[in-house]
């Protein structure tokens, strides 16, 4: 295919925005629109019937399967299991994991991979990549049994990336598993379990310009093949007896996808992550660091706006950041921008309290949090200048 057609894939749907929260939800590009308005006029049930509707289905669900495979590096063996979004994925590894399993979370984290863990041991976030290593190394060496260590890929508070890859090894040489939060890295940077080493992905469908209400789980099969399946019911059971209690689990992917799929979603999530393997990806990236780099410089002229981070200024982030507001109120900031200038940008805790009391220190002016700006696909220059005068003016 040529570039041009691709181009065309990942354009935004929607024009004369100034959308700058694309860490809440990105907007939809053309080649999730596509594919749902190619699929519906054969849409039918997936894996239940055997007319012709229910055939194409169920085709194109099991293809979305595999496509997102590809995008997301698995291994022969391993698993994707369609959820509803990245919090649905990190709660079904978190009920999946085998007994007694001890978990090693950074306080850093969104809630969704904060709060679903049992067993969790909570080290606090570290102030460099050297650090987390450490940390990660001195709780992973006391521990027995099953561990699973689970991180973010990538902040959705201040986008900064963390040191998975040297995760996944300290993990690994300790007999642990990694499981990686990639909702905010999977939009902006080429994700791969086989290449990062990860036991585990997990993502977003809405956040990757498909918001028809998908998420993913990917990975290793062992622990959930063992697992109660996540949702009983019909398609998660091969066979029901008489008795209660008699019942066989369907292996595989079923297993956890109990009830009617949602075929929608795992289509045109599949067919922008189809759009993104194809895509020059580090020519995006390359545009998003520009980007970036603009929106930081103009930020650092905004008086009383200081920008926070985990790692430090230089840290390698993807196309988020979050400002410390001195004395003034961030949703009080945020809706001025939506009310007098049409910007759209977030206020608040973002779901990662601990991390933006932190981040935001105990100034009496951050009690509301931070003020968030993110963007992605389809951000041009003009949105973030025209974001930058309207910060100055306010
Ligand atoms: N992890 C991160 C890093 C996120 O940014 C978010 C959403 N803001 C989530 C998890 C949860 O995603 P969802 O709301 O789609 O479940």
Excluded at 234 to 242: K, P
Excluded at 375 to 392: H, N, Q, S, W
């Amino acid at each position: 295919m040529s570039l041009a057609v691709h181009t065309s894939d990942l354009d935004v749907i929607g024009a004369g925005f100034v959308h700058l929260d694309y860490a809440a939800t990105a907007p939809c590009v053309r080649a999730a629109a596509d594919a749902v308005n190619a699929l519906l006029p054969s849409y039918g049930s997936v894996h239940r019937g055997t007319g012709p509707r229910s055939q194409t289905s169920t085709l194109e669900y099991e293809r979305a399967r595999d496509v997102i495979a590809d995008f997301l590096g698995c291994r022969p063996g391993d698993q994707v299991v369609f959820t509803r979004n990245t919090t649905d994925a990190l709660n079904l590894l978190a009920r999946a994991l085998p007994p007694g399993t001890t978990t090693v979370v950074f306080d850093g984290e969104h809630h969704a991979n904060l709060l679903p863990w049992p067993n969790a041991l909570r080290l606090r976030a570290p102030a460099s990549w050297a650090e987390a290593v450490t940390a990660a190394e001195r709780a992973l060496r006391d521990l027995d049994g099953p561990v699973l260590l689970t991180v973010t890929g990538a902040s959705n508070v201040t986008g900064e990336l963390w040191p998975v890859r040297e995760l996944a090894e300290v993990a690994h040489r300790h007999g642990a598993r990694i499981a990686v939060d990639a909702a905010q890295l999977a939009p902006h940077v080429p994700v791969s379990l086989a290449e990062l080493g990860a036991d585990y992905v997990a993502l977003s469908g809405h956040k990757l310009y498909a918001p028809f209400g998908a998420g993913v789980l990917a990975g290793r099969a062992d622990w959930l093949d063992a697992a109660p399946p996540y949702l009983a019911g019909g398609g998660a059971s091969a066979h029901v007896g008489d008795r209660a209690g008699d019942v066989r689990w369907a292996a595989g992917p079923a297993r956890h996808e109990g009830g009617t799929p949602n075929l929608l979603g795992a289509v045109s999530l599949a067919a922008v992550c189809a759009a993104l393997v194809e895509a020059d990806r580090a020519a995006l990236r390359a545009h998003e660091q520009e980007l970036l780099a603009h929106l930081r410089e103009g930020l650092r002229r905004v008086p009383g706006a200081a920008e926070v981070s985990v790692f430090g200024t230089g840290s390698e982030r993807v196309g988020i950041v979050s400002l410390a507001l001195d004395g003034r109120d961030p949703s009080a900031v945020a809706t001025r921008l939506a009310d007098e200038f049409g910007i759209g940008v977030r206020a608040g805790k973002f779901c990662a309290h601990p991390l933006v009391r932190r981040l935001s220190g105990d100034s009496a002016g951050c009690a509301g949090g931070l003020l968030r700006v993110s963007f992605g696909l389809g951000t041009t220059f003009e949105d973030i200048d025209r974001l930058l005068e309207a910060l100055a003016a306010l």
